[in-house]
């Protein structure tokens, strides 16, 4: 069972008078053998604000426009994926990369509870991020194949792909990288005076890290508008979380901080969404930052060198049944929010738009080496391009 944790206590149990759901994460009648999967088979909605629990709201699989909105994401996701890894197989990708083909609940349930200007920061394995937030698929088509016309003109590829019209302040080679980053831009809209969130993603190996610690209480201490969102795949390269964690459960960690934290299915968008919007609200109201641990797996390995040799074939395909999108689709179409011809149809364009940004990228100019240091440095805020 996941608990809302704050400074002050443990909230395991929801009362009769909230909405949840049960959904057994067993396969069939055969209960997971590995860590963490078993526990995480309830979730509820935690209102941050008061360390209590908040009744009946709108769930993506729910809602007829959130449903068709969320499972256009997680297809665009999975295809875009699945096409820069062939491309990679074809020799047309520079560098390695890395895939979140079987996390996209997270990047899409997350982004969904954030307004257009809001902001995040993202990490090494970002594409999912990048895509949730926004992001035009041609142009980061582009960028990967190290194109004049990708976001950054080639220069930045899979690792440090950004898009600031979206509110995407950029990937990050550096594990934990981005958190200082995100942790920066909600003191700049603090200090502007706007209303704007902040979300950090960042992986389970990034939240041993100095600069997610000494981040996360800066923010505690000034109250600042940002969540930090964990996105624990059970695996930092290859080390589990196990062997490199004392606590169960990372958002313990928390409470240490004087922060609420969450620990929440997070192949369930619904479970994303509502743990987020919470966190955004309660950070836009300016209660400050909070803390999120969203449970996940990646089916492919660390990066495209990684041989996975760390982990047995029945432990991912225990996850691959736990498939976030094949579940969306299963709750949306019982709920009514969307038909099988709906799912037919989102599922066709988000193919259909992958395969236009590959056939648009590999069409594109090559980046040009003359211009590597061009853009090197932004025109200050306020003055004179």
């Known amino acids: 069972m996941p608990h809302i944790r704050t400074a002050s206590g443990n909230f395991p149990n929801p009362p009769a008078r909230c909405r949840f759901r049960v959904e057994r994460l067993d396969r069939g009648d055969q209960p997971c053998k590995h860590p963490h999967v078993s526990d995480i088979d309830t979730h509820f909605c935690a209102d941050l604000r008061s360390g209590g629990l908040v009744a009946e709201s709108t769930a993506p699989t729910d809602d007829e426009d959130l449903a068709a909105r969320t499972l256009d994401t997680l297809w665009r996701i ?16 520079h560098g390695t990369m890395h895939l979140s083909v079987g996390q996209e609940a997270t990047a899409t349930g997350a982004c969904l509870a954030l307004r257009p200007d809001d902001l995040i920061s993202s990490t090494h394995r970002g594409h999912g991020h990048c895509i949730a937030k926004g992001a035009d698929l041609n142009r980061m088509m582009a960028e990967l194949l190290a194109k004049e016309t990708g976001y950054c003109a080639g220069r930045g590829g899979s690792m440090h792909i950004a898009d600031v019209t979206t509110g995407n302040l950029g990937a990050n080679g550096i594990v934990a990288g981005g958190i200082p980053i995100a942790v920066g831009a909600a003191l700049a809209q603090r200090l502007r005076g706007t209303d704007r969130v902040a979300v950090s993603f960042f992986g389970d ?5 100095g600069a997610c610690h000494e981040a996360m209480n800066m923010a505690a201490i000034w109250r600042l508008p940002v969540v930090f969102f964990c996105e624990n795949n059970r695996y930092g390269m290859s080390f589990s979380t196990e062997r490199a964690f004392a606590v169960k459960e990372i958002s313990e960690r928390a409470a240490g901080y004087g922060m609420p934290g969450v620990t929440i299915d997070g192949n369930d968008v619904d479970a994303v969404y509502a743990a987020t919007r919470d966190a955004v609200t309660r950070a836009r109201s300016g209660e400050g930052p909070t803390f999120i641990e969203a449970v996940t797996y990646r089916w492919k390995g660390h990066s495209k060198s990684d041989q996975n040799l760390y982990r047995t074939r029945d432990e991912i395909e225990e996850w691959r049944a736990r498939d976030p999108i094949s579940r969306f689709e299963r709750a949306a179409t019982a709920s009514g929010a969307l038909t099988e011809r709906d799912v037919e149809e989102i599922r066709g364009h988000a193919r259909d738009a992958v395969r236009a940004a590959v056939e648009t990228g590999l069409a594109a100019p090559d980046a040009r080496p003359g211009s590597l240091l061009d853009a090197v440095y932004a025109t200050p805020a306020g003055s004179a391009s």
Request: proline content about 0%.
């Open 78 to 93: 999975r295809r875009f994926e699945e096409a820069v890894d062939e491309l990679f197989a074809r020799g047309l990708m």
């Open 205 to 209: 190996g990034a939240a041993n890290e």
